[in-house]
Structures are given as structure tokens and as C-alpha cells.
């Protein structure tokens, strides 16, 4: 029997994954955090996950959830803690920080019970970060936040009311998270400047890459297409994902704007989807789609032409978007419209899959949506490296042997005993 079957080393371990995002939820960290907690609860470990209610990335509370402060779930053998608190609809720093007080309150106030071994934070949520290391101290156990992003910096350059306090106080709640931790994952080698600039050790940093979440696409493309409306004819540019003010999906209506015979489509949720639907009432070749369902997400990302990634010119990018490795299973080539310098554009050169083009110039954007769709036999090589890409270094075994290493350090240092 394997370690996955349940007689490995974290037979019998108690840990903690605090999450403000978990399933239901089907993009963001949620996928990760339940792929997570589900793949330790199936190496014999007693998982709990401490998060919130299903919210994202439509910022609206899953309609079961309504009138419920809080409740217990068994899901894939993970017993899911869930707490209420304030979901905003208009995102500002003010929305923001209330959100995040409600999550830090409740999550707090009701913890699951018992000790665990360790605790894992995923960062964001900020308050999910507090959370951890509040409760790893109150423990006395290892604290182990995994950065998905940091948002000090991404409130800094929000551009919404407030952003410069928000970054402030976002800087002091994520140092306060990080500073005492066993160790800190990073999904990317572009975080750790970030977090040795909030006082973390650079010798207790560990680079944990996220890992591709969906299934390869099954479905007949045509018919995929067919389903959707979308003619042969015209050429689909694809964009999935949430709809915030960081990703700058104006440029997206602006292409659209500049080319008719060009359909761009628009799938997902977030705090921008209303106005973003506005600016693109008068256009017939914009399409906004709801999220798809797990089954039929990755059908739907293989039956356009070109993905998007999108990023305002004002953003400095460290993270990278968990859509894009969705986006490298399907099979098609990516567009990604961000700085040369950050994640998303390592990423993307890093796959081979996909080009670059200058943030929010539509112009820019459009050619180069132009040159792939005009030889389908180059952009179909070009998106098959996303694949191949996936198959070497984004896999979910590898993904998560990574994240068994990590656990396994912090749990064998906390203890000073020989690893097994």
C-alpha cells in the first residue's frame, strides 16, 4: 500500500489547512487548498480546513449558505469548518477590510477543535494568514503560509479609494503571518523578494508551484463550439477567470471594439462584470459567460482559438494567475497581455505556450490575435507545448510531493526526530 493509500508518515497526523477559499469554489486557491487538505486526509492524516463560505469569484454568497453562521461538512474524508462572514459587493479598501475583519473574527472566535500538528495557511486570504499563525502559536505547533499572492502590494497599486493605507495595514498583517513561521511556500521565485522584505529568512523559503486542477478536455471541439454558438467562421478569443479591477479586462472590450469579425468572450465572475458589460452593451462580438462546471470548464477553454491573460500596465506582477494553468492543458496558445517583468510573463515564456504583448493596448493585442489565428498549424504547435509543459512540471502528483516535503521539513524540525 502507497503513502496515498493511507500507511505513510502522516498516518494519524492531525493538520490543520485554513483556507478563506475551498470548494464549491472552482477557480482561485480554492481548487488548491481542497486538492490539498483531500490528498493529505487520503495519506491517513485527520485533516480539518477552517474557511469561509462560498462566495468567489462572484463576490455573492452561494444561495445554500444564506442565514448559516456556522457548520460542519465531511468532503473527500476533510472535515470543512465553514464560518460565516461579509461578503462585499463593491470592492474598495474599505469593502475589503471589513471582509477581511469578519473572516479574522469568526475564524478566531471558532476554531475547530483539538490540537493539530501543524497548520497550513493559504495567503490570501490576509486574515486566513493571521489565523494560521494565531492558532499555531496558541498550539505551540508549526505554522507553514503558503503565498499565492501578496496583497500589501496588490493594494498598493489597486487603484481603488484607499489602497495606500490598505497596503499598509495589508504589509503589517502579512508580516505578522510570515515572520513566525516554520517555513513559507511560495508559488513562484518571484515572491520571495516580497517576503524576505517582510523579515522572512530566505533559507525558510520553499518554492511549492502550483499545479494544473482540471482534467484534459475530452469533449469534440466542433461540437464544443457548436453548443456555444461560436461559428467556424469567426475567431474565439478566450478569457476565464475573475473579473477584478487587477486584470484590466477593458483591453479585452477595446480589441473587440477594433474588430468586428472577432468574438471575445468573457467567462467567469468578480466585482467588475456589470461594468464591464456596460462598456460593451453596443458590441455584438462580446460574449459574457457564466462559470463553467468542473466537467465542462476544460471543454470549453479547448474549443476557442487564443486564451487571454490580462493585467492593468499599472500592476507589478509577482503572482501567477491560477487560470493559466488551466489555460496549458487545453492544448490552445495563450495571449498574455502583462509587463515583461513579473509570474505571468516567466510563466508564460517558461511554457513556450504563448506571446507577449504590452498591457492595455488593444492594438497590440489584436495583432497578435491576428497572426496566430491566421496560421492555425503555428498556433496549434505553439498551444501543444502547454501540454507537454503541464506533463513536466505542473502535474497534481508533483504538485503535491512538493507540498508532502514541505510538511514533512516543518513537522520533522518542530520534532528534532529522524525523518522516515
Not at 29 to 46: D, F, K, N, V
Not at 106 to 126: E, H, K, N, Y
Not at 203 to 220: E, M
Not at 362 to 387: Q, S
Amino acid at each position: 500500500m502507497s503513502d496515498v493509500e493511507g500507511r505513510g508518515p502522516l498516518r494519524g497526523r492531525r493538520l490543520l489547512v485554513v483556507s478563506t477559499n475551498y470548494a464549491p469554489e472552482v477557480t482561485g486557491i480554492g481548487p488548491y487548498a481542497t486538492q490539498l487538505a483531500e490528498h493529505w486526509a487520503a495519506s491517513g492524516a485527520r485533516v480539518r480546513a477552517l474557511t469561509g463560505m462560498p462566495h468567489y469569484p462572484s463576490w455573492r454568497l452561494d444561495a445554500r449558505y444564506r442565514g448559516v453562521w456556522r457548520t460542519v461538512e465531511i468532503r473527500g474524508g476533510v472535515g470543512v469548518h465553514r464560518r460565516a462572514h461579509y461578503v462585499p459587493r463593491r470592492q474598495s479598501a474599505l469593502h475589503r477590510a471589513a471582509f477581511e475583519a469578519s473572516v479574522l473574527a469568526t475564524g478566531l472566535a471558532a476554531p475547530p477543535p483539538g490540537r493539530p500538528d501543524a497548520v497550513i495557511a493559504q495567503m490570501p486570504s490576509l486574515a486566513g494568514g493571521v489565523i494560521g499563525a494565531r492558532l499555531a502559536r496558541r498550539h505551540r505547533v508549526p505554522c507553514i503560509p503558503v503565498v499565492q499572492d501578496l496583497m500589501g502590494a496588490a493594494a498598493e497599486q489597486s487603484g481603488i479609494r484607499g489602497g495606500g493605507r490598505a497596503a499598509a495595514l495589508a504589509a503589517a498583517a502579512e508580516r505578522y503571518a510570515l515572520r513566525g513561521a516554520a517555513l513559507v511556500g511560495v508559488i513562484h521565485e518571484s515572491f520571495v523578494p516580497g517576503v524576505t522584505a517582510l523579515g522572512v529568512d530566505p533559507g525558510r523559503i520553499r518554492l511549492v508551484p502550483n499545479w494544473t486542477h482540471v482534467r484534459s478536455p475530452a469533449a469534440d471541439r466542433a461540437a464544443t463550439r457548436a453548443r456555444l454558438g461560436w461559428s467556424e467562421g469567426a475567431p474565439v478569443l478566450l478569457h476565464s477567470g475573475n473579473m477584478g479591477l487587477k486584470q484590466g479586462l477593458e483591453v479585452l472590450v477595446d480589441t473587440a471594439r477594433l474588430a468586428p469579425d472577432l468574438r471575445v468572450v468573457l467567462m467567469g465572475d468578480g466585482s467588475r462584470r456589470d461594468t464591464l458589460r456596460a462598456q460593451a452593451a453596443s458590441l455584438p462580438n462580446v460574449d459574457f459567460l457564466e462559470p463553467a462546471g468542473a466537467d465542462e470548464f476544460p471543454d470549453v477553454l479547448a474549443a476557442a482559438d487564443v486564451l487571454a491573460v490580462t493585467q492593468r500596465a499599472s500592476v507589478l506582477d509577482m503572482s501567477v494567475p491560477s487560470k493559466l494553468t488551466s489555460y496549458f492543458v487545453t492544448g490552445r496558445p495563450v495571449i498574455a497581455s502583462v509587463a515583461e517583468e513579473g509570474g505571468t510573463a516567466d510563466e508564460v515564456r517558461r511554457s513556450g505556450a504563448g506571446v507577449l504583448v504590452a498591457p492595455e493596448d488593444p492594438a497590440a493585442l489584436l495583432a497578435a490575435v491576428r497572426k496566430l489565428t491566421a496560421d492555425p498549424a503555428a498556433a496549434d504547435a505553439l498551444g501543444a507545448e502547454g501540454p507537454r509543459y503541464v506533463a513536466r512540471h505542473l502535474s497534481r502528483q508533483a504538485g503535491l510531493a512538493r507540498f508532502d516535503a514541505l510538511l514533512a521539513e516543518a513537522l520533522h524540525d518542530a520534532q528534532g526526530s529522524p525523518r522516515r
